[in-house]
T-cell receptor, first 110, second 114 residues
Framework: RKEVEQDPGPFNVPEGATVAFNCTYSNSASQSFFWYRQDCRKEPKLLMSVYSSGNEDGRFTAQLNRASQYISLLIRDSKLSDSATYLCVVNLAGNTPLVFGKGTRLSVIA | DVKVTQSSRYLVKRTGEKVFLECVQDMDHENMFWYRQDPGLGLRLIYFSYDVKMKEKGDIPEGYSVSREKKERFSLILESASTNQTSMYLC?????????????FGPGTRLTVT
């Protein structure tokens, strides 16, 4: 069983649309959760951490459901510049390597 | 501002050559990582290091070795490059301790082995 699973997409959405990605993780002992963004031919960069109570950063909202072991990312009012691959990332414990999903590709179309 | 730099953006090597990929970070991070990224396979961890002179195998260490003689520098070595090692190589660093710390990546080295 893969540790972090994501729908690879691509998700093709028009500008202004709301789009949601889900991700599931297999290890119930996982402690911390993140969404990273990777633009084409660039390195991944942290988009946001995901907290148990859910958190929002502008048009982006992240949710964590520990009981069902899934994480979500909601993007409202999509912009062309949101086109990227979104990586779901899980950390088991402080110094263990992060576990990356393979990513979900988003294309926002004018 | 955290910076992770990699010695080359693009590299072309011949089969059988010994290849060195260098990574330097300037934020005194204890943890450093080497990944390769291939279409459809995502990021795969090759090796990582928690401290100077320490190294741990990741998920795909075969054909690679690493060196960490100084805290800021983590080198990936391909002892005898093969065509199946053509890939994008990404170095990363992260502080130790709290699991919520951000991990920072270098810009990547696109290696082609012919």
């Amino acid at each position: 069983r893969k540790e972090v699973e994501q729908d690879p997409g691509p998700f093709n959405v028009p500008e202004g649309a709301t789009v949601a990605f889900n991700c599931t993780y297999s290890n119930s002992a996982s402690q911390s959760f993140f969404w990273y963004r990777q633009d084409c031919r660039k390195e991944p960069k942290l988009l946001m951490s995901v907290y148990s109570s859910g958190n929002e950063d502008g048009r982006f909202t992240a949710q964590l459901n520990r009981a069902s072991q899934y994480i979500s990312l909601l993007i409202r009012d999509s912009k062309l510049s949101d086109s990227a691959t979104y990586l779901c990332v899980v950390n088991l414990a402080g110094n263990t390597p992060l576990v990356f999903g393979k990513g979900t590709r988003l294309s926002v179309i004018a | 501002d955290v910076k992770v730099t990699q010695s080359s953006r693009y590299l072309v090597k011949r089969t059988g050559e010994k290849v060195f990929l260098e990574c330097v970070q300037d934020m005194d991070h204890e943890n450093m990582f080497w990944y390769r990224q291939d279409p459809g396979l995502g990021l795969r961890l090759i090796y990582f290091s928690y401290d100077v002179k320490m190294k741990e195998k990741g998920d795909i260490p075969e054909g690679y070795s690493v060196s960490r003689e100084k805290k800021e520098r983590f080198s990936l070595i391909l002892e005898s490059a093969s065509t199946n090692q053509t890939s994008m190589y990404l170095c990363a660093s992260r502080p130790s301790g709290t699991p919520t710390y951000e991990q920072y990546f270098g810009p990547g080295t696109r290696l082609t082995v012919t």
